[in-house]
């Protein structure tokens, strides 16, 4: 919202793995997980490793203290590490020059709420759900690595029609 500069998550790591490989360096993909899926794509597009900070916020074990909104639905508050409030937290003792020249260059959100999922409250199950939906893309690429799995992996286009005739049914036939 500062800088007006991103790129999507999966072309900004295929771009940047493509530069880093050439260097002998490794990319960490870093932001818009959140799926099994977007895990699986970011090791596609070749990240050696995947931040994923919002989707662990949101478990018991995350730090912070939890909280009730006004439906009584539990959340804990996040916010980015580049946003006001972390700049502010951070540089709270330079002096006031200082602190608003790096204030300057904040962004992003200083606060959100992260609500905890009642039915998948810890890391434990979140651990499972991510590493056995990599699995299973690695099992239909055929890959035994990542670095198999980004060679083997194949990445299309798909509609908004196709993406949602791809969802499992509410309902067993």
Do not use: C, N
């Not at 909104?69 to 002096?95: C, H, N, P």
């Amino acid at each position: 919202m500062m800088t007006a500069v991103g790129r999507p998550q999966f072309s900004a790591v295929l771009e940047t793995a493509a530069a880093a490989a050439d260097m002998g360096a490794h990319v960490w993909a870093d932001g818009g997980v959140r799926y099994p899926r977007d895990v699986a794509l970011a090791l596609a597009a070749g990240a050696a490793s995947i931040m994923i900070g919002s989707w662990f916020a949101g478990t018991i074990e995350s730090p912070g203290a939890l909280l009730r909104d006004e439906s009584g639905r539990v959340y804990k508050e996040s916010w980015g590490m580049a946003s006001t409030k972390a700049v502010q937290a951070r540089f709270s003792r330079l002096g006031a020059y200082e602190r608003a020249r790096k204030e300057l260059f904040a962004e992003g959100i200083s606060s959100s709420k992260i609500y905890v999922d009642p039915l998948r409250p810890g890391v434990e199950y979140l651990l499972d759900m991510i590493t056995s939906g990599v699995r299973s893309s690695f099992t239909y690429a055929g890959a035994r690595t990542v670095a198999e799995f980004h060679d083997r992996a194949r990445i299309g286009l798909q509609s908004a029609a196709g993406y949602e005739e791809g969802k499992a049914l509410p309902v067993s036939w």
